[in-house]
């Protein structure tokens, strides 16, 4: 039920003689976010956390770490696992019970760009391979919806890792591990962003507001790192892109890319 | 004996105790022995032997008479289901809908209003046990085209249409555009100018976010006449 | 689940493990209106806890066979985050979880005025962002303020606190640590302006003595909780005013028309000076002189004329006199 939100025709015809003459209703250029405000260190129970406003959208980033068994086919690598809840808190348009689509997108979409970007090296979150390896579980929590979670997702998952402490360990005599009190950083390679443009009639937009995402055909959401690689990408939605066009939106996301990542760096230093 | 215990427009909470001994209480004001507590947050106000307190928050309950902007969120056969911003979805059948006869196996709902238009509606009864009733064919009534729809608090309605309607008429005389409020805190704008639906827009947020104020009307007249020298000019 | 009680919990001086004493509460602060899409919403932190409240309703119950013909449904949602916690917690809704729900769905049944909206549902949901011992009181402190934004009709607030045992003592709002090795927790909801207890539970071992004593702690406890509650709704409606205020003094100033005693005395804190001078502008008065045959005859006359404009504004008059008469 995640989507049974009904635009109204007047709202939507507004939208969209709005863009054809280059404005939006919130007075917004088309490359531009809302504005961006990212608060770490809220949870102290979590080994990071980080709550991300874009807008009136607003969540909250929260990682666990667990020691447990590595993959089989990866036996000397750490874990990471994400997961998104879209909770009906977050709009009158959500209901309880078990992650929707939409929620399991986000969290895959996320997973990617921080993955993919080996922002963290998961060599050194082994400690015995095959054996025990740490398992950090980045969990999202939307906490306001008011249109693209995804580059709030993955701002918040940025912060929220730049910040993670771990706990040290040590490896006793029958490959127990035990674990202690002293912890340390979470090493960060790379910091990925995630620029998402959503196709609105025939014109594109950064960071859509829930009314903009609700008219529109489809988006682009691109990760890239610091060094402008391109990370990650997932087209969404039914609507469709000409080649020339979605190279030209991918590099206009990754100027705008630089401002999330100068946000995103001034937060966590 | 009667001893009203709050000041008039002090702001209070549910559970305030407001007054004792023999008052006539309305909207969110309940009696317990003696006394008179709020069952609101809101402005307390006191009109001799008259207490209630005025809700600045909450959702809009429907009364017969009152004119409310819906939207279709759901056509039927011979009926369609409207959003009208309350606790309950409202009912418009087909022979409320327009001036001629529905006919369910000739006139295709879908083709008078469909889902997602934007309709300004009568509520033509309404008792808590059945859904609010609607019509849209009377004068006036029916389908709005382009403008702009916003919403506030419906019970700050009152303050945007003012005395008499000061309010709306000098809004929209300063900014040049239509206007229709709805009772249920929809309203809908619309101007030649993008830039005259957005101040009309401005001022009435405005109106809205400072309503439990005095002195709004000048204030607002004062940002209007700031922004729009040149409107002034054209009067 | 109390613990055995045997671990120290209070030193010789009379301390807690946090440095209180044994009837304070833990620094609370509440936020409201935090949340944009709900229609009420608030944030407290009560010690390490933080929890947010969201209000939404009252609206459609869905599926409809739940709702009740004669009062709205109240349904609360008690949800921890899964890394609120030191181990963290399976995203899947807990049994704990479920009855919490219930139980606090209950208590705020017991203060809202459902009877005013029959067959719809408020929908009150708490999100745990971090635990710390107490969360259900916190989270229906949270939820008890944030109804009161959504401008739900209430008998009062609801102010909840947890009391325990800790080394055989009674002591105020436990903390996590007390509460999972001290010897009882009971978490109480009461409303200081009704004198009622809307929530009450208790697991460990009280002697009859104790429990007394426990409840008058708890009660006391709630007594200052609900002062907390109460500033912060006010401070969040005042603000606007304040401002405002503010913001007349030069405009009148400039324009002129007002006696000067007006300026001076409009005073930029105290919100309740200000609205007298001004009372003009109140609809109120209006009230007095109802001119019902002007009002009625309007819109006759111009809906006779052109179209769609006439037709918006007759009945708003109408309207608005009909509000203010009430």
Known sequence: MADNYVISEIEKDYILALLDQKKRTDGREFNQHREIKIETDLVQKAEGSAIVSIGNSKIIVGIKATLGSPFPDTPDSGVITTSAELSPMASPFFESGPPSEAAIELARVTDRAIRESHCIDLSKLCIIPRKSVWILFIDFYILNHDGNLFDAATLGAMAALSKTKIPKVKILEDEEVEILEETESLKINHYPVSVTTYKIGKNNVVDANLKEERVSDARITVGFDEEDHIVSLQKGNYGVYKPDEVLQIIKESLNVSKNLRKELMKAIS | ?235 | MAGDGTTQLIDEKGKRLDGRKLDELRPIEIKIGVLKNADGSAEIRMGKNIILAAVYGPRELHPKHRALPNRALIQCFYRMSTFSVNDRKSPAPSRREKEISMILSNALTSVILTEKYPRTTIDVYLQVLQADGGTRCAGLTAASVALADAGIPMKGLISSVAVGLANDKVVLDLFDIEDQKGSGDLPLGYSPILDEVSLIQLDGVFTLEQFEEALHLGIKGAKEIYEIQKLALKEKYSAIRNEVADEIKPSKKEVKEVPKEEVKEAPKKEVKEVPKEEVKEAPKKEVKEPPKEEVKEAPKKEVKEPPKEEVKEAPKVKEKEEKEDE
Not at chain 2, 30 to 44: A, E, Q
Not at chain 2, 56 to 85: H, Q
Not at chain 2, 157 to 176: A, C, E, F, H, S
Not at chain 2, 198 to 225: F, V
């Open chain 2, 1 to 235: 004996m009667s001893e009203i215990k709050v000041e008039n427009h002090e702001i209070v909470i549910p559970g305030d105790l407001l007054a004792e001994g023999e008052f006539r209480c309305g909207d969110g004001v309940v009696k317990r022995g003696n006394s008179y507590y709020s069952t609101l947050i809101g402005l307390f106000q006191d009109k001799g032997d008259f207490i209630q307190v005025k809700s600045l928050k909450g959702k809009y309950f429907p009364r017969p008479g009152d004119l409310a902007i819906g939207k279709i969120i759901e056509v039927g056969l011979t009926s369609w289901i409207v959003d009208i911003g309350s606790p309950y979805f409202a009912i418009l059948s087909g022979n409320n809908a327009t001036e001629k006869r529905f006919d369910p196996v000739k006139d295709d709902a879908r083709k008078i209003f469909d889902i997602g238009d934007i309709i300004l509606t009568k509520i033509i009864s309404f008792d808590r046990t059945k859904d609010p009733t609607i019509i849209t064919n009377e004068r006036g009534l029916g389908k709005l085209r382009g403008g702009r729809i916003i919403e506030i608090e419906a019970a700050h309605i009152p303050r945007v249409i003012g005395k008499k309607g000061t309010m709306i008429n000098m809004v929209k005389r300063l900014t040049r555009t239509q206007i229709i409020t709805g009772q249920n805190g929809r309203i809908w704008v619309q101007g030649k100018k993008i830039d005259d639906e957005l101040k009309a827009i401005e001022s009435i947020k405005k109106i809205e976010l400072e309503a439990h104020t005095q002195g709004l009307t000048d204030r607002i007249r004062a940002m209007l006449s700031d922004n729009q020298q040149t409107t002034l000019g054209d009067e």
